[in-house]
């Protein structure tokens, strides 16, 4: 195959390849983190367990089909990443939304927890389950030391599972901003790239221009 010039582009550029995409691996951890969310959480059948659902759903296959056609229309491959984007700050929304509903706290922007979470790199939800079941043990371990009298592992059921429910939608919500973060990142690399290099139309016009030009010159 010839190889790629300025004066004789590649028609089709790389594509794919999107499970290497940090962004995507985020989303899709996401997408999983909010199946388990909205099974515990949400009541079954609800219209917000599966807008929820769908939102997170839709992020991650945004940002795989816009990879996979980036190869021969970088401005749909925009398109589609920013879709993802859209989805996933509505599910951002959603887990704030619990959150107030339920008048639990929204963690700070600069909470050292978030950047906890973002320094863990799980892997999977079982990996994010484990890490919120040993944030809830040292919270509740410092509440005990800040209690006076004698002291007990014993916590009422009803502050237990709001104080999980306050963890997990944070966490969600934490998930959200990485994946924002990251698409914004995205989306501008791309739109850096189709300013540069054009889309598939402009590079098919060099081609074909640069061989007109050989054969008149041969």
């Not at 582009?9 to 951890?29: N, T």
């Not at 816009?66 to 993802?84: D, P, R, Y």
């Not at 509440?143 to 916590?155: F, I």
């Not at 924002?180 to 598939?200: I, N, P, Y």
């Amino acid at each position: 195959m010839e190889k790629p010039t300025p004066e004789r582009p590649s028609i089709l550029q790389p594509s794919g390849g999107y499970e290497k995409l940090v962004s995507y691996q985020v989303a899709k951890l996401l997408y999983d983190v909010t199946v388990r969310f909205v099974d515990r959480y949400i009541p079954a059948g609800s219209r917000t367990a599966d807008q929820m659902e769908q939102a997170a759903r839709s992020g991650v296959r945004n940002i795989a089909e816009g990879s996979k056609i980036s190869a021969t229309t970088k401005k749909l491959e925009m398109n589609l990443t920013s879709v993802a984007r859209a989805s996933i700050d509505e599910l951002r929304k959603d887990y704030e939304s619990f959150l107030e509903q339920r008048k639990l706290p929204v963690w700070a922007p600069m909470d050292p927890r978030r950047k906890e979470l973002s320094n863990a790199r799980c892997k999977d939800p079982d990996e994010v389950a484990l890490w919120i079941k040993a944030l809830w043990g040292r919270e509740q371990e410092q509440r005990l030391q800040a209690v006076e009298g004698p002291r007990t592992a014993h916590t009422p059921r009803t502050v237990k599972d709001r104080t999980y429910a306050e963890i997990s939608a944070n966490v969600g919500q934490t998930l959200c901003n990485i994946v924002l973060h990251l698409l914004d990142k995205q989306v501008d690399s791309q739109a850096r790239a189709f300013e540069k290099e054009g889309g598939f139309s402009e590079r098919l016009y060099k081609m074909r221009k640069a061989t007109l030009k050989d054969g008149l010159c041969s």
